[in-house]
Nanobody
Framework: QVQLVESGGGLVQPGGSLRLSCVVS????????MGWYRQIPGKQRELVAA???????NYADSVKGRFTISRDNAKNTMYLQMNSVKPEDTAVYYC????????????WGQGTQVTVSS
């Protein structure tokens, strides 16, 4: 059972920055594509950023140019640097392994709440 532990969320003002972290208890973490997903109450969970095992990166249009995804395979950890945040970025953020279709690989962790408000 792969465990996913997200952290780094909080309350941030519009235009501010936040860095999310995700620790993954998967021995072969480096061989998996990973993604950051977010869920707004009442809406479906959406993939906002993904990074493959060889470092290819893709972003949803809504976060392109503002968010940066990265990974440290030595630490089994993935990051999401969120800059120039907007109120519409308010959501619970989750990490997971990502298939080429964008669907998730494993059971979800608890997520981390990001609230953008003045």
């Amino acid at each position: 059972q792969v465990q996913l532990v997200e952290s780094g969320g909080g309350l941030v003002q519009p235009g501010g920055s936040l860095r999310l972290s995700c620790v993954v208890s998967e021995r072969f973490f480096s061989s998996y594509a990973m993604g950051w997903y977010r869920q707004i109450p009442g809406k479906q969970r959406e993939l906002v950023a993904a990074i493959t095992s060889n470092g290819y990166i893709n972003y949803a249009d809504s976060v392109k140019g503002r968010f940066t995804i990265s990974r440290d395979n030595a630490k089994n950890t993935m990051y999401l640097q969120m800059n120039s945040v907007k109120p519409e970025d308010t959501a619970v953020y989750y990490c997971n392994g990502a298939r080429s279709t964008g669907t998730s690989l494993w059971s979800w962790g608890q997520g981390t709440q990001v609230t953008v408000s003045s």
